[in-house]
């Protein structure tokens, strides 16, 4: 279980902002969605995982996963993200 919340966090340090969306992590990465709910549980020092609401245009919510806040600096220099 470590092994996969190290490469999942590496995944998020790899992009722009920090985060995946779990369609994108089930799709490209081979997670499953209980998967990804069950490191965020089990280590939420590292990862959380929320849903965005659509924007002003509608559209549905996005499930992303990303490193929280308070860890984000620690684990890249990226002083945060803004959601």
């Given amino acids: 279980m470590q092994t996969?919340?190290?490469d999942l966090r590496r995944i998020l340090i790899d992009t722009m902002d920090k985060t995946a969306t779990v369609r994108d992590l089930i799709n490209r990465h081979g997670f499953s969605k209980q998967e990804l709910e069950c490191l965020a549980a089990a280590f939420p020092d590292k990862l959380e995982t929320l849903t965005l609401e659509?924007?002003?245009k509608g559209g549905r919510p996005s499930e992303i996963v990303r490193i929280p806040n308070r860890?984000?600096?620690?684990?890249?220099?990226?002083?945060g993200n803004a959601a």
């Fill in 54 to 56: 659509p924007g002003p």
């Fill in 4 to 6: 996969r919340v190290e």
């Fill in 71 to 79: 860890k984000l600096e620690v684990y890249t220099n990226f002083p």
